[in-house]
Structures are given as structure tokens and as C-alpha cells.
């Protein structure tokens, strides 16, 4: 056989056995190509859902990060608010100590407040015993003096518990003189063993007192001074020397007209003005003074108490 032909079967057999080999590799190269573009359209299915999924993620990191924001400035918010609350707790605190405090000192004043009212209920009752006795002693005294001088002498009991004696002018004096007549001194002398020097009243004080109508004499009103008060003293000298009344237990005044007991412009109402009063003053001439001030402050006691 022929060389040439031998290389041609030769070479159609290498292009066969080439062609099945090509043919071989390219159904292997299909197959993965195929394979390979089923993973590729898998790796894109994939990616894609990665993608979403990343913008999901990416959205909910967004929302995350606001709610994160939100989080914070209300995080924020609220420990300025627990500053505040804490800061009005403590002064709420403070507040409370102190009301606790001046709750207590109340509560001891009130409690003082009760011991002295009822020290100054004592008192009162004190007091107004005192002065219930002292008006039953003067009602007898006074019921003595208007039986014994009949309506040469008034009598009357003023609140402080002070005798008052009221001595009309003319029976001690002349008209216009401040000597006493001789019908003055017994009467003085009668009044004292009365009154004046009984014991009932050794220890209260003798208030003389002189009074004249509103006529200035001789035209000088205030010669309407001097006689008053030369009558008092005429008076006060003769209880003292005369009808043995300590001095210590003596004073006089003049009053001029400037007292009456009538304004009425009548001969009536001047005779009554032109007078001399002896006032007996207990020692305890403030009595009616406290009376009414201890009922004013247990008033304001008994109002602070109910507070």
C-alpha cells in the first residue's frame, strides 16, 4: 500500500478519532456550560435576594438607628425628667422636715398655749370671785350710807369694784369757799367711821375728788380750777387730821367744771355738778383692766389653739 495513502487513512482516522474526541469535549463543555449557567442564574436568583435582602436589612438598620435616635433623646428626656423629679423629691424632702418641724413647734406652743389658759382661767375665776365679793361688801356699805345719809350721799359700784361717794358741794361748803362748814365736818366725820376707817376698806386708797358748775367765778373760769382742788385738799387735810385717816391712803384732785354728771344748762343740773366725790379705790383697781384683757387673750388663745 502506498505511503500517501497510508498517511491519509492515517490522518482521516486521527481526524476521526480528533472529531469524536471534539465532539466528546464539547458535549462535556455543553454540559458544564449548561451547569454553569443553571449556577449562574442560581448565583443571580441569589445575589438578587441578597440584594433585597441587604435592602431590607438596610431599611430595618435605618429604622433601627431612628428608633435608636428616639431612644436616646427619650432616654434623654427622661433622666431630665428623673432629675427634676429627684431634685423635687429632696426639696418635697426638705419641705416635709420642715413642716415636721414646725408641726412640733406648733403642737408645743399649743401645749403652752393650753397650760397658760388654764393658768389664766384660774385667774379669772380668781379675779372674778375677787370681785363678786367686793361688790357684795359694797352693797352693804352703799345700802348703810343712803339709809344713814339719805340724799345728802350717793353711792354707787363701778366695775372695777370702786366705791364711789358723791358728797353734794353746798352741805361741806359755802358758795365760792373751799373752808369747810361746820355741817362738812360732821358729815366727813360720819363718812369716815362709816366708810373710811371701817375694815372692810382699811387697805383701799382714798381718791378726793372736786367738782364745780360750769360758771366762771368772779368771771375767770380758771379760778374754777383752784377751788375745786382747794376743796379736795380741804377736804383730804381734815380726813387726815381730824378724823384720823392715814395719809398714805389720801389723794386730791380738782377737775374744775370739766366733769359734769348733768350738762343740762339748769340751776338743777349745776347743783348737782357743784360736788365732792370720794372714791374708794381697792388694791386691786386694775381688776377690771386685766378682766378684760385675760378675756382678750384667751380669746386669742382659744382662736390660735383651734388652728
Do not use: C
Not at 2 to 21: D, E, G
Not at 39 to 68: H, P, R
Not at 86 to 98: D, F, T, W
Amino acid at each position: 500500500m502506498p505511503k500517501n495513502k497510508i498517511l491519509a487513512i492515517v490522518s482521516i482516522s486521527v481526524l476521526a478519532i480528533a472529531a469524536i474526541v471534539l465532539g466528546v469535549i464539547l458535549n462535556s463543555t455543553s454540559k458544564k456550560f449548561k451547569q454553569t449557567q443553571a449556577e449562574l442564574a442560581t448565583t443571580q436568583t441569589t445575589l438578587q435576594e441578597t440584594e433585597t435582602a441587604k435592602t431590607d436589612l438596610e431599611k430595618k438598620l435605618a429604622e433601627t438607628e431612628s428608633t435608636l435616635s428616639e431612644t436616646q433623646n427619650t432616654l434623654s428626656e427622661t433622666r431630665s425628667e428623673l432629675d427634676r423629679t429627684k431634685e423635687i423629691l429632696q426639696n418635697a424632702s426638705e419641705a416635709a422636715r420642715k413642716i415636721a418641724a414646725e408641726r412640733n413647734e406648733l403642737q408645743q406652743d399649743k401645749n403652752a398655749l393650753e397650760r397658760e389658759k388654764e393658768s389664766l382661767r384660774a385667774k379669772l375665776t380668781e379675779i372674778e370671785s375677787e370681785l363678786q365679793r367686793i361688790r357684795e361688801q359694797s352693797q352693804r356699805s352703799i345700802a348703810s350710807i343712803q339709809e344713814r345719809f339719805k340724799d345728802t350721799v350717793g353711792a354707787v359700784l363701778d366695775e372695777a369694784g370702786r366705791l364711789k361717794l358723791d358728797v353734794k358741794g353746798k352741805i361741806l361748803f359755802e358758795t365760792g369757799s373751799a373752808i369747810l362748814s361746820t355741817e362738812g365736818k360732821a358729815l366727813l366725820d360720819a363718812i369716815s367711821e362709816e366708810v373710811l376707817l371701817n375694815v372692810d376698806y382699811s387697805d383701799y386708797a382714798i381718791r378726793i375728788e372736786g367738782h364745780t358748775d360750769n360758771t366762771p367765778i368772779g368771771g375767770d373760769a380758771l379760778r374754777n380750777w383752784n377751788l375745786s382742788t382747794e376743796r379736795a385738799i380741804a377736804a383730804v387735810k381734815y380726813l387726815q387730821e381730824h378724823a384720823n385717816v392715814s395719809a398714805e391712803r389720801l389723794a386730791a384732785t380738782g377737775y374744775a367744771f370739766y366733769q359734769p354728771i348733768d350738762t343740762a344748762e339748769t340751776s338743777e343740773a349745776k347743783a348737782k355738778n357743784r360736788r365732792i366725790e370720794i372714791i374708794l379705790v381697792p388694791p386691786q383697781d386694775f381688776l377690771s383692766e386685766l378682766l378684760t384683757s385675760l378675756q382678750t387673750v384667751m380669746q386669742s388663745i382659744g382662736q390660735t389653739g383651734s388652728q
